[in-house]
């Protein structure tokens, strides 16, 4: 592709990818669906939570995302203390020989939120094991700058809770830990359609990560198409310089010069 | 002191091997025989007794028969409420193989003498939350574009249905075809049946299969014994794969899920237990009970993908007891008499391998039965009645087509089930 409709890689905690896709594995219905869905989505990236899959067993999860060559980021999912989710993430290391972590602390099984006190002790005593840390936050801005100040490789805002599908509820919010973060922002949780990922990238989120929202469609390796297309037109707007909003109509051809057909 | 009686309250009972006969030497004619089945579950029992029943000669060999994941199931003969929208092609060999069990039951019944706690209640679906309510109504509007048989029922309905169940439930459904069955009490009836058929059980694990000419010769055990027989069956979960002397070009990709599942009995005085299976959603997570006759009420089960760990797990236990008690507030009374734990043996596509390897695959006379996995006990006897058709040289039922033995070995010509077929009038935008 050239000029204008380039798709820059994206570069995160030290890597590179074409994809600005990256994918949760939780509900997926099969194997064979999520091999579908892997080539579908393009995604290069996908989540495993260590607590839910042992790395051993062979025929895994593991082995089809190794297949495809897709990079497995261990998450620390059901953790819900920060020294839980220390050791998750160290058991992981081991099992897997990766340096970066998925950081998740939940507060509670009924909202799946972010503990925040818990969440940034761990970033921070991960970052200091040498950790690269990619924590899934609320949408507040100052607990965002406090997770990048305590070195943490990318912030990971949920949009609505886990699983919700209820799309980015606060905008603004977004807008404003992109504004500050000088680390990638990636849209964590909540997306329920396209639409919602491509908001992602128009408030200037750099990737998305999509669970729920293939792994439960009814049609999940279309829908992973659809996420595909929708990060990239999202990209693609963010850079296109939208028009500003206007109250009453500006006609799109003029209206002086007409030709006379009568 | 007096010592007060104690019982293990936890420990699963031990399969009925007993009735099965004791286990036999391989020796004189026991070395040469007509079909060797490799796997003693209720796939191969029921395999053997089908073929034992045409008057072949049966050899089952498995070092601790039912000692897998037939003990623990539940045995929901469920295809209605188990439909996925992504696994929509296993919906047809589910209901094909509910077809089957009519027929089965009554065979079963008459040549073992034993009950199988067959019960054709139905079964009533709930939701906990009205998040899962959605949910339930997407399943149902599944159901209505699959022509399957599903009916909403009020909360009051439901209640009259089961009057255990929690009155702030946010919705229910009925299944009337989905039925459940004692798979123990199947095992029970499936051991004595096949002994009294003919049917010899040697204790002992099949390590290799072995070939000539590309046909079967028969199958060496771990002893360094070799069984002669012109047909095996592999009837193993999810071990078959480890056999050696399988074809290179065959792929089994098997893998255990682990499940954990609870036995519960009502005790007199106390509340009773469901009268149908019911199976719950509770904040999205799914639970089941399964009533007996005899008073024992099954809770599960997890799905997990922790290989082939034995361990029952505290989370697992508190999670099922506390979703169960949401839906059922009875449960607490239960007197809790097992923790299980077993594993499902699935392929990548949650289907069945079923049926002889077809010919220039290098093993004529070999037929597949594993890859059941959450479903065993209902495919059980669509899968014996393949293996008969199989070792006899007859067609199989049609609804296993799709589900044949070399669906992942490319190079044996096998095409992979499409994983998601377009379902009828797609759904109502959201």
């Known amino acids: 592709m050239s000029g204008s409709d380039a798709l820059a890689p994206l570069a995160l905690a030290g890597r590179q990818f074409r994809s600005r896709l990256l994918l949760g594995t939780g509900g997926i219905p099969n194997l064979a669906v999520l091999e579908r869905v892997l080539e579908a989505s393009g995604a290069e990236v996908a989540t495993v939570a260590l607590r839910r899959v042992d790395p051993e067993a062979r025929g895994s999860i593991l082995d089809v995302l190794a297949r495809h060559r897709v990079e497995v980021l261990p998450n620390t999912a059901g953790c819900y203390t920060a020294a839980e989710a220390v050791l998750t993430a160290q058991l992981a290391r081991e099992a897997l020989g990766t340096d970066w972590v998925k950081l998740e602390v939940v507060a509670d099984d009924r909202t799946l939120l972010p503990d925040p006190l818990e969440l940034l002790e761990a970033a921070e005593q991960l970052c200091a094991l040498g950790f690269l840390v990619l924590p899934y936050t609320t949408d507040d801005p100052v607990l965002a700058r406090h997770l990048e100040q305590v070195g943490c490789a990318a912030v990971m805002p949920l949009g609505a809770p886990i699983g919700s599908g209820l799309g980015i509820r606060n905008p603004h919010n977004i807008e404003l830990i992109v504004e500050q973060a000088r680390v990638p922002v990636v849209l964590d949780a909540g997306i329920g359609t396209a639409s919602d990922a491509a908001l992602a990238l128009e408030l200037g989120c750099d990737a998305v990560l999509v669970a729920s929202a293939i792994t439960r469609a009814e049609d999940p390796p279309a829908m992973a198409a659809a996420m595909r297309r929708a990060v990239e037109a999202g990209y693609l707007a963010r850079r296109a310089g939208r028009i500003p909003p206007r109250t009453l109509a500006r006609a799109s051809s003029p209206r002086t010069g007409l030709a006379r057909l009568a | ?430």
Request: aromatic share 2%; charged share 20%.
């Open chain 2, 1 to 430: 002191m007096p010592s007060s009686p104690t019982r293990s309250a936890v420990t699963p009972s031990a399969p009925p091997l007993d009735l099965l006969g004791p286990p036999l030497d391989p020796v004189g004619s026991l070395r040469r025989t007509d079909v060797v089945v490799l796997g003693g579950g209720i796939i191969g029992l029921a395999a053997a007794w089908s073929l034992a029943e045409q008057d072949h000669q049966v050899v089952l060999v498995d070092p601790a028969p039912l000692s897998g994941a037939s003990w623990v199931a539940a045995g929901m003969l469920a295809p209605v409420s188990e439909l996925h929208a992504a696994e929509a092609p296993l919906v047809g060999l589910g209901l094909a193989a509910l077809e089957h069990w009519p027929a089965f039951a009554q065979a079963l019944t008459e040549a073992s003498g034993l009950d199988l706690g067959l019960r054709t209640e139905g079964t009533v679906l709930v939701a906990a939350t009205p998040d899962d309510h959605r949910a339930l109504l997407e399943l149902l509007d599944l159901h209505r574009r699959l022509g399957l048989a599903s009916q909403p029922l009020t909360r009051r309905e439901a209640r009259q249905l089961e009057p255990g169940l929690a009155p702030g439930l946010a919705g229910a459904l009925l299944i009337p075809g989905d039925h459940h069955v004692d798979p123990r009490l199947v095992a029970r009836a499936l051991a004595l049946a096949a002994r009294r058929a003919g049917v010899r059980w040697v204790a002992a694990a099949g390590s290799a299969l072995r070939c000539r000419r590309g046909a079967v010769e028969g199958l060496v055990l771990d002893s360094g014994v070799h069984l002669d027989a012109p047909a095996v069956v592999l009837a193993a979960g999810w071990r078959s794969a480890a056999v050696d002397g399988l074809p290179p070009t065959l792929r089994l990709p098997l893998r255990p899920v682990k499940g954990q599942i609870l036995r519960l009995a009502t005790r007199t005085g106390t509340v009773e237990g469901p009268r149908h299976c019911i199976r719950a959603l509770v904040e999205g997570a799914p639970v089941y009970l399964v009533p007996r006759r005899s008073g024992e009420v099954v809770l599960g089960a997890t799905s997990e993908e922790q290989g082939a760990d034995p361990t029952p797990t505290a989370g697992a236990l508190y999670e099922l007891l506390r979703d169960a008690v949401a839906v059922v507030p009875g449960v607490r009374e239960l007197e809790l008499t097992e923790v299980g734990v077993g594993h499902r043996p699935a392929t990548p596509d949650h289907g069945p391998l079923v049926g002889p390897l077809p010919a220039g695959s290098g093993a004529d006379g070999l037929v597949l039965a594993v890859g059941h996995h959450r479903n065993g006990v209902l495919l059980c006897p669509i899968t014996a009645e393949a293996v008969r058709a199989a070792v006899e040289g007859d067609p199989l039922p049609d609804a296993l087509g799709p589900f044949g033995p070399t669906r992942f070995s490319p190079d044996l010509g096998g095409a992979t089930l499409e994983a998601w077929t377009p379902l009828p009038e797609g759904p109502a935008p959201r």
